[in-house]
Nanobody
Framework: QVQLVESGGGLVQSGGSLRLSCAASGSIIRINDMGWYRQAPGKERELVAT???????NYADSVKGRFTISRDNAKNTVYLQMSSLKPEDTAVYYC????????????WGQGTQVTVSS
């Protein structure tokens, strides 16, 4: 069974940095696109950044220049380096991935809380 597990969330002061990780495990044949989303209280889930299997990236305007998405294909892991964090970045961050496996489709992690204090 395929699963995604996020780590690296926490409490940080405004202007600080955090690095999120999301590792996929299970009987994986291949992972295509991977991404990070976030959901703040009372708001809809929104895209933060995506990365293709060839490492092409896409970012939400609100995080461009502050966040960097990357991946390690050998470890089936996607990362989100977050810098110059703002209170409005506070949210639960979720990773997703389109995984080729016995059950192919989009898989989601359980989420990790990021809280930025002012």
């Amino acid at each position: 069974q395929v699963q995604l597990v996020e780590s690296g969330g926490g409490l940080v002061q405004s202007g600080g940095s955090l690095r999120l990780s999301c590792a996929a495990s299970g009987s994986i044949i291949r992972i295509n696109d991977m991404g990070w989303y976030r959901q703040a209280p009372g708001k809809e889930r929104e895209l933060v950044a995506t990365i293709t299997s060839g490492s092409s990236t896409n970012y939400a305007d609100s995080v461009k220049g502050r966040f960097t998405i990357s991946r390690d294909n050998a470890k089936n892991t996607v990362y989100l380096q977050m810098s110059s964090l703002k209170p409005e970045d506070t949210a639960v961050y979720y990773c997703d991935a389109y995984i080729i496996a016995s059950v192919t489709g989009v898989y989601w992690g359980q989420g990790t809380q990021v809280t930025v204090s002012s």
